[in-house]
Nanobody
Framework: EAQVVQSGGGLVQAGGSLKLSCVAHGFDFDRYSIGWFRQAPGKEREGVAYINTHDGSTLYPESAKGRFTISSDSAKNTVYLQMDSLRPEDTAMYYC????????????????????WGQGSLVTVSS
């Protein structure tokens, strides 16, 4: 019943921007941490953004800080990932993830324990 549904992937040239959306269904939006992970073939899965939907606090790894921005809209049960200054190395499948237990760095570092995963959005950055 509970799920997150993504949209917004696509193809963009290096230096361009994309915005991903993640809509929560069937659970209390403000009781969950929500974030974004990405994975490319042969590479480790990595967290790129986290948000506490209750107080708005965010967390980014160095690879995303300054280029990626996560935000939430409680009225729409939606989280966004704005990606600017995209690079070819950003090419990956991006996943929206929601979890009621983990937060902050523990959320980004323990993906195997996270409960609700979106279907994935392919982001391709061409050079």
């Amino acid at each position: 019943e509970a799920q997150v549904v993504q949209s917004g992937g696509g193809l963009v040239q290096a230096g361009g921007s994309l915005k991903l959306s993640c809509v929560a269904h069937g659970f209390d939006f403000d009781r969950y941490s929500i974030g974004w992970f990405r994975q490319a073939p042969g590479k480790e899965r990595e967290g790129v953004a986290y948000i506490n939907t209750h107080d708005g606090s965010t967390l980014y790894p160095e690879s995303a800080k300054g280029r990626f921005t996560i935000s939430s809209d409680s009225a729409k049960n939606t989280v966004y990932l704005q990606m600017d200054s995209l690079r070819p190395e950003d090419t990956a499948m991006y996943y929206c993830v929601a979890d009621p237990n983990y937060s902050g760095k523990y959320f980004l570092q323990n993906h195997k324990f996270l409960q609700l995963w979106g279907q994935g959005s392919l982001v391709t950055v061409s050079s």
